[in-house]
Nanobody, 128 residues
Framework: QVQLVESGGGLVQAGGSLRLSCAAS????????MGWFRQAPGKEREFVTA?????????YADSVKGRFTISRDNAKKTTMYLQMNSLKPEDTAVYYC????????????????????WGQGTQVTVSS
């Protein structure tokens, strides 16, 4: 089991930046594929970005490419970050950190059902 806790959300004006963090605890010695999702009111949870177990391969949703950057602390593998730049009002959502246990192919995993563990979410609000 692993527990995930997000932090860093808040209110920012359009064009601004925020950095989210996801801290993992518990069985962190095992490899995890990790990602970020977001969910706006009345909408389904959508994929934002993910990084494979080794940290070598990264995937982004088209809507955030060039603006968002995912990274992880490869030394400890217990913390993951999401740097969000050039934020837009449509980025407003609750952002969730997610992890998938066990090894597997380094493919893009965009469905929430592909992840085993979830954080509680952190609110990001972008004003126009």
């Amino acid at each position: 089991q692993v527990q995930l806790v997000e932090s860093g959300g808040g209110l920012v004006q359009a064009g601004g930046s925020l950095r989210l963090s996801c801290a993992a605890s518990g069985r962190t010695s095992s490899p995890y594929y990790m990602g970020w999702f977001r969910q706006a009111p009345g909408k389904e949870r959508e994929f934002v970005t993910a990084v494979t177990w080794s940290g070598d391969t990264i995937f982004y949703a088209d809507s955030v490419k060039g603006r968002f950057t995912i990274s992880r602390d490869n030394a400890k593998k217990t913390t993951m970050y999401l740097q969000m730049n050039s934020l837009k009002p449509e980025d407003t959502a609750v952002y969730y950190c997610a992890a998938r246990g066990g090894w597997g192919p380094a493919i893009m995993r965009t469905r929430p059902s592909e992840y085993d563990y979830w954080g509680q979410g952190t609110q990001v609000t972008v004003s126009s």
